[in-house]
């Protein structure tokens, strides 16, 4: 499982991205939101890289931005694309970033939302390849179906409107449309949270269907940390806009380094009611990246935050076998994982 | 088990709530009975769809057209005397007085529960005037006191904040607040932490066990999450389209879970720390519309144990087993053909 053997796909490096807020009548700049700020991360060829945190993060702005639905303030995304070399999706042109966005692709959160309900499945599913690929016709239509046996859609749906459809089917319509321009990378943003558990289990087993057969490597943004564990090779945890830990996701479940991770790992209910629950319960409040705390954004809820942490932001650093992490106390803290809490 | 036991709170007796839509006949609760214990809780498992928040709102009588009660008893023991919630007239005063007063319900949306003219004091201070007879100054205090009890900094500061100035977990508390404030036997709770981060649903959590244990009340906690209920409930009835499938403590739930379907609930979560597999074990097609309910036993088309001509054909009854729970499938009725036994 060492991820240096691997050939990236995706490396970001120090990507920023500040939103300037305003105030007033005139919307006078007044400060800035550092929804991400300065994260650094690679996807190799075929891997799962689970983006977790909770809400106000950054790790849905990160999706975005790798897609350029935000143009980022600073840092590089470099597309490591087979035939063309490494792209920067920074910094690419409107062509460049057609193409790029034929091979990474997005899955959302909400299926009722991100499908168009007055398009049929075959014009949704198609029309990636009818703008991009130029297909029409009987080469459309055939393409389509086959994109729809693929997520496990009966081809009877083709002309069927996303109203009657499920959530977990229209879930579905969303991978094969996301799958339709064969692309290297999907983006998924919580691409579980919205469906039933009996259904969250079938899109899950797609998903990685679909990687063994394709070769996919997905960013996988989710909150829910079982669903993360089950799916990822690597998992990356943040913290108001930056990434306070890093690795392979046993190291990361079985020995965290960084007490955020610790107390997000207690904090999940577990569904098994007999265990002695050593429930790490954090004081307050994930605080807003506009105002966040100074040094360590943290410190004002860890239980061992000291006067360093008030002043030095921690940077991530290399903690052996591939497991970075932010803490200044990083080495001297043993912390509890998922078999201790 | 007997409904009418003195430990008894509140006993739902074959409960039907259907929607009577221009579709059709939409049976969303279907037979439903339970009891909740006085000071217990009582999770209420199951996914969108299986009529878990319809039968919460029943208990307040606060289904509304085209839904309707169509029979059944909701029978409160809390007062004096016996009171069928179903039988009083919808705007009776008795009907009012418990709702709120002694039956209170929070929701999965703290965003959308409170109302955002109001001051959260405001809203706190708004049950309390209605249900006790005090003295505005005394309200005041009250209020305050119930804001700090739900761990909320600075009560007298938060009783002028409007919802908006709160995050998604402080709106929570304050719900709890006004839920709390005229200290309710039963709670009613809706999801309480679905719409809430992982950090603060913890928190909420702890909150209502201690809550509960301060104010002795019992909670109905309704929720699809497996590991929420095992944090909270004693009890737990498991729901599939309308019906009660299973019932049965915490701990046979996840050790020996009975129902084809709660067996496979199980298997298809994922959990921490097991890296065994790198497949789930997926239930099967979908949860079909309750509109369009199937024949005999509503989960036959997704069961893994189905038995043609017998599940697709008869309506399962409740089997009470030795130890006391209930299950609602043919594998466990001794009295048919081709059954089997699980236990051994």
Not at chain 1, 322 to 332: E, I, L, Q, R, T
Not at chain 2, 24 to 44: C, K
Not at chain 2, 273 to 299: M, N
Not at chain 2, 304 to 317: E, I, N
Request: charged share 20%; net charge negative; proline share 7%.
């Amino acid at each position: 499982m060492s991820t240096s053997s691997a050939t990236p796909l995706l490396t970001v490096e120090d990507l920023r991205m500040h939103h300037p807020v305003g105030a007033g009548m005139m919307q006078r700049r007044t400060g800035v939101v550092k929804a991400v700020d300065g994260i650094s991360f690679t996807i190799p060829i075929g891997r799962t890289l689970g983006l977790v945190g909770e809400s106000g993060c950054g790790k849905t702005t990160t999706g975005h931005c790798i897609l350029r639905g935000h143009t980022p303030t600073a840092g590089r995304i470099l597309f490591h694309d087979p035939d063309r070399g490494p792209l920067d999706i920074c910094q690419a042109d409107r062509r460049t970033l057609a193409y790029i966005r034929q091979k990474v692709q997005m899955v959302f959160q909400d299926p009722y939302s991100s499908l168009n309900p007055r398009m049929t499945v075959q014009e949704i599913v198609g029309e990636p390849l009818r703008v991009n690929q130029g297909l029409s016709g009987p080469a459309l239509r055939a393409r389509v179906e086959e994109l729809l046996t693929v997520v496990g859609l009966h081809v009877s749906a083709m002309n069927r409107f996303p109203h009657a459809f499920s959530g977990g089917q229209r879930q579905r319509l969303v991978i094969a449309r996301a799958l339709s321009l064969r692309p290297a990378l999907i983006v998924a943003d919580e691409p579980v949270s919205a469906l039933d558990v009996s259904i969250q289990a079938q899109t899950l087993n797609l998903l990685q269907d679909l990687q063994e057969r394709y070769g996919l490597s997905y960013l996988f943004i989710a909150h829910d940390l079982s669903v993360v564990e089950h799916i990822s090779d690597e998992v990356a945890v943040m913290y108001v806009g930056r990434i306070v830990e890093m690795g392979p996701t046993y190291q990361v479940f079985d020995t965290p380094r960084h007490p955020y991770t610790s107390a997000l790992l207690s904090a999940v209910p577990r569904p098994s009611p007999s265990r002695t629950h050593q429930r790490i319960i954090l004081q307050g409040e994930v605080p807003n990246p506009a105002n966040p705390p100074s040094g360590c954004a943290f410190h004002p809820r860890c239980r061992y935050a000291e006067d360093r942490c008030r002043h030095e932001i921690p940077v991530l650093q290399a903690a052996g076998d591939g497991h970075k992490v932010a803490c200044h106390f990083a080495d001297s803290l043993s912390l509890p994982g998922i078999g201790q809490v | 088990m007997s409904a009418h036991d003195a430990s008894s709170l509140l006993s739902v007796e074959d409960l039907h709530v259907h929607f009577h839509t221009e579709q059709g006949t939409v049976q969303a609760v279907n037979g439903v009975s339970f009891t909740v214990g006085r000071g217990q809780t009582l999770g209420v498992l199951g996914e969108s769809g299986c009529g878990k928040s319809v039968t919460g709102f029943s208990l307040l009588r606060l289904i509304r057209p085209p839904g309707r009660i169509e029979r059944g008893r909701i029978v409160y023991h809390g007062l004096d005397t016996e009171l069928d919630l179903v039988q009083e007239p919808s705007g009776s005063a008795l009907l009012r007085q418990v709702r709120g007063g002694e039956i209170a319900m929070i929701f999965q949306e703290p965003m959308t529960s409170l109302d955002p003219v109001y001051t959260a004091g405001n809203q706190v201070l708004e049950a309390i005037n209605y249900h006790l007879d005090v003295s505005q100054a005394a309200a005041w205090d009250m209020a305050v006191t119930m804001l700090g009890k739900v761990g909320l900094p600075e009560p007298q500061r938060i009783m002028h904040t409007y919802p908006h100035q709160l995050s998604g977990g402080m709106r929570q508390r304050v719900m709890i607040a006004i839920a709390l404030a005229c200290h309710p036997q039963l709670l009613i709770a809706d999801e309480p932490t679905t719409a809430l981060d992982v950090t603060t649903e913890a928190q909420i959590l702890e909150l209502l066990q201690e809550l509960q244990a301060d104010l002795q009340m019992a909670i109905l906690f309704i929720t699809h999450d497996l590991g929420v209920i095992a944090e909270m409930a004693q009890e737990v009835i498991v729901m599939y389209l309308g019906e009660i499938v299973e019932r049965t403590d915490i701990e046979s739930l996840f050790a020996e879970p009975l129902h084809p379907y709660t067996r496979a609930l199980l298997e298809s979560i994922p959990r921490l720390g097991t890296r065994d597999g790198r497949r789930l074990q997926a239930i099967e097609g979908i949860v079909p519309s309750p509109a369009d309910i199937p024949r005999g036993c509503t989960f036959h088309p997704r069961c893994p144990d189905f038995m043609p001509g017998l599940c697709d054909v008869h309506a399962p009854t409740p089997q009470t087993l030795t130890d006391g729970r209930q299950v609602q499938c043919f594998l466990y009725d001794d009295q048919r053909p081709g059954v089997r036994n699980l236990q051994s």
